[in-house]
T-cell receptor, first 111, second 114 residues
């Protein structure tokens, strides 16, 4: 069964900390995405990547960065966590022109 | 700008009471419409992809249909385990995430009471 694995289900971090969210897929997909999901706002795209070392900004990239050093791994980095970054973070991957496979999500709380 | 609107926001049904969820879209150049199911605290799970008006797909108690302006997710004789949030998404030439990105609606929260 194909999988997208997010390293943590729940995280609690302090304001100002640097936070790493890891995502690994085992499907050899070219495309990987990071979304955040908030009540009433739906899914919002933060960053995406078409290939190793390639990254593109989504709709809400401010305060975030990403890294894709290997095809199967896409990391989301919160440079200096703030309370307004408390959210559910979802990673997804896809083959070109197909739908997404999502990970289980990471619930991040910044205190 | 591409827009995807789902209605209703929330729906409560009795077990066995059939109904439909709506996803209306205003996009330029639809390249696919996707339905996902999301359980609380989990990532969305893929259900269906529809590509052209008139197309239908079925899976157990769910059937998805597509017209030129909207899609319906019909649920027939639902059971409590069908309770979830159902998300609609479209792929267009303008979707966020480049050529393969999806634009999501905000979802319909469905509750099936025993």
């Amino acid at each position: 069964d194909v999988k997208v694995t997010q390293s943590s289900r729940y995280l609690v971090k302090r304001t100002g900390e640097k936070v790493f969210l890891e995502c690994v897929q085992d499907m050899d997909h070219e495309n990987m995405f990071w979304y955040r999901q908030d009540p009433g706002l739906g899914l919002r795209l933060i960053y995406f990547s078409y290939d190793v070392k390639m990254k593109e900004k989504g709709d809400i990239p401010e305060g975030y960065s990403v890294s894709r050093e290997k095809k199967e791994r896409f990391s989301l980095i919160l440079e200096s966590a703030s309370t307004n970054q408390t959210s559910m973070y979802l990673c997804a991957s896809s083959l070109k022109a197909y739908g997404y496979t999502f990970g289980s999500g990471t619930r991040l709380t910044v205190v | 700008e591409d827009q995807v609107t789902q209605s209703p926001e929330a729906l409560r049904l009795q077990e066995g009471e059939s109904s439909s969820l709506n996803c209306s879209y205003t996009v330029s150049g639809l390249r696919g419409l996707f339905w996902y199911r999301q359980d609380p605290g989990k990532g969305p799970e893929f259900l269906f992809t529809l590509y052209s008006a008139g197309e239908e797909k079925e899976k157990e108690r769910l059937k998805a249909t597509l017209t030129k302006k909207e899609s319906f997710l019909h649920i027939t004789a639902p059971k409590p385990e069908d309770s979830a949030t159902y998300l609609c998404a479209v792929r267009t030439k303008n979707s966020g995430g480049g050529a393969d990105g999806l634009t999501f609606g905000k979802g319909t929260h469905l509750i099936i009471q025993p």
